[in-house]
C-alpha cells in the first residue's frame, strides 16, 4: 500500500508509518480527520486547513502526517 493522499490536497499519510492512534483526529480543530482501517484518512477535505495549520502533522507521535 502506497501513501494515502487527498486529491488536490497538499495532505497525505504514510499508511506504513500511521498507526491507527487517533491523535490527530483529536487535535484537529476543524473535524477533517477520521481513523479508517487503523490509518488516519481525510474526512472532510473541504474543512481541512492544509498548510496554515499543521497541527495533525506536529502532533503525529509518528511522523505519518505531511501536510505541506
Do not use: H, N
Not at 1 to 30: A, L, N, Q, R
Not at 34 to 63: G, N
Amino acid at each position: 500500500m502506497g501513501v494515502t493522499s487527498v486529491p488536490e490536497s497538499v495532505w497525505s499519510v504514510d499508511p506504513t508509518k500511521c498507526t491507527g492512534c487517533g491523535d490527530c483526529v483529536v487535535i484537529c480543530p476543524v473535524g477533517a480527520l477520521t481513523v479508517k482501517e487503523k490509518v488516519a484518512t481525510m474526512a472532510d477535505e473541504a474543512s481541512c486547513c492544509q498548510e496554515s495549520c499543521r497541527i495533525c502533522e506536529r502532533q503525529c507521535p509518528e511522523d505519518a502526517i505531511k501536510a505541506y
